[in-house]
């Protein structure tokens, strides 16, 4: 049986301050972190998933890199041979020429 290795997922330093900063803004607007962590967790378990099943996400232009939906935000990621690597989070609800990744 050929086992398939699992990538490791990093996330790079401007994906991280965005997650933040979504995290500050529903913080300050519920004034309760619940939703924030709620929303932290989806993040978790859909790159899980990406994990295991890396093509099951929306192909860009751009090669290596994909993105998928969680909620109301984007997750941009690229996929190399041993990681996966968060490059952005991005709101679907912006104006769409704005999409970070063409």
Same mark, same amino acid.
């Given at each position: 049986m050929v086992q398939r290795r699992r990538r490791k997922i990093k996330w790079t330093v401007n994906a991280i301050q965005t997650k933040k900063s979504i995290f500050y803004y529903w913080n300050n607007r519920n004034k309760s972190t619940v939703y924030s962590q709620k929303l932290n967790q989806l993040f978790t378990a859909t790159l899980k998933r990406v994990e295991n099943n890396p093509e099951a996400s929306?192909?860009?232009?751009?090669?290596?890199?994909?993105?998928?939906? +969680?909620?109301? /935000? /984007?997750?941009?990621?690229?996929?190399?041979?041993?990681?996966?690597? +968060?490059?952005?989070?991005?709101?679907t609800r912006q104006n769409p020429q704005d999409f970070p990744i063409k």
């Open positions: 929306i192909a860009t232009k751009t090669e290596n890199v994909r993105a998928i939906l +969680v909620r109301d /935000y /984007y997750l941009i990621f690229e996929i190399t041979e041993f990681k996966i690597i +968060v490059l952005d989070i991005w709101d």
